[in-house]
């Protein structure tokens, strides 16, 4: 049905008359006339009858008046859902404890009227191909992993290094060190379950063992954050690397330790990727936001693959 036509025959029933009508709608009134017969045509019914005062809706024209009115006000409803601005900005940060969590909770906090949609996406591709598809606004990835060329309407923007602390429980040989060098790693286990081939994480850890000559075991199946703390305060023989920014809460009991690590320190590139035409308003207010984080790199040498420092 002709949205138009439509709006046509509301406005002529309101006004009483083609005229006035016409003059509402900023068109002649011929135009009118022909909207209102299409919609008559189309329906198989007469909508009005002329009389010397104007127009009058027919008994078929009172019915259908109220459906009409009804149609626009859907119609106005399912626009307004998709303008800029008018729906939640839609963001993929991964996994709800890591660094890009956090600081999209500092931009909810310094932004409060920015209404948000928090989604966690497995890889790079499942985010790219949302991006795409417009089901999402926006992700945090490591954008350069190996192999990957992103579309050309995709863009990017670098926002953090993220520097990585070795997490062991009270009994592994490294829980009391103020801190460890990346070589002094060598022949410990690590254990970061998840670490899947593919993945833009997996291409950073593989990259890391590479380097160094380190030990880092992805096998079993990944039951999350707080199962991993459990193993690892339970395990001497193990531990894992964790991002500064990363927020674990434990028990106290498994008395876990951050081990800052350094010469060099391992940092994780995190970046924002959106799609070039997106218009939403909030997404332009995050990448402000983003932008205007100070660079906190930490001191002395760091350390990322290649492909994240081209």
Not at 32 to 42: N, P, Y
Not at 221 to 226: A, K, L, Q
Request: with cysteine; proline share 8%.
């Amino acid at each position: 049905m002709d949205l138009n036509a439509v709006r046509t025959f509301v406005a002529a029933a309101t006004a009483g008359s083609f005229q006035d009508a016409a003059a509402e709608l900023a068109v002649t009134q011929q135009a009118v006339s022909k909207r209102v017969a299409a919609l008559e045509q189309g329906l198989g019914v007469r909508m009005f009858h002329r009389t010397p005062r104007g127009a009058e809706l027919t008994i078929d024209g009172q019915a259908f008046l109220p459906h009409a009115r009804e149609l626009l006000r859907v119609a106005e409803r399912a626009a307004a859902s998709v303008r800029p601005g008018s729906r939640a900005l839609r963001v993929d940060v991964i996994a709800s404890r890591i660094a890009p969590s956090g600081l999209l909770r500092d931009f909810h906090r310094a932004r409060p009227d920015v209404e948000l949609d928090v989604v966690h996406l497995h890889t790079a591709d499942d985010a790219v191909a949302a991006l795409l598809a417009g089901t999402i606004d926006a992700s945090f990835r490591a954008v350069l992993a190996p192999g990957r060329e992103l579309p050309e309407e995709i863009a990017t923007a670098h926002v953090l290094d993220e520097p990585h602390d070795l997490l062991t429980g009270p009994g592994h040989a490294l829980a009391n060190a103020r801190s460890v060098t990346l070589a002094g790693l060598a022949g410990h286990r690590i254990w970061i379950p998840g670490s899947a081939p593919g993945t833009e994480w997996g291409a950073y850890y593989e990259d890391l063992c590479a380097a160094f000559g380190l030990t880092i075991e992805g096998t079993g199946p990944n039951f999350g954050s707080d199962a991993l703390l459990d193993v690892i305060a339970d395990t001497p023989g193990l531990a894992t690397l964790a991002g500064a920014r990363t927020r674990l809460v434990w028990p106290a009991g498994h008395d876990l330790r951050r081990v800052p690590v350094h010469d060099p320190v391992p940092v994780y590139p995190h970046s924002l990727i959106w799609h070039r035409d997106n218009p939403h308003p909030a997404l332009r207010a995050l990448r402000t936001h983003l932008a205007a984080i100070p660079d906190a790199r930490p001191e002395g040498p760091t350390w990322a693959p290649d492909w994240a420092r081209r």
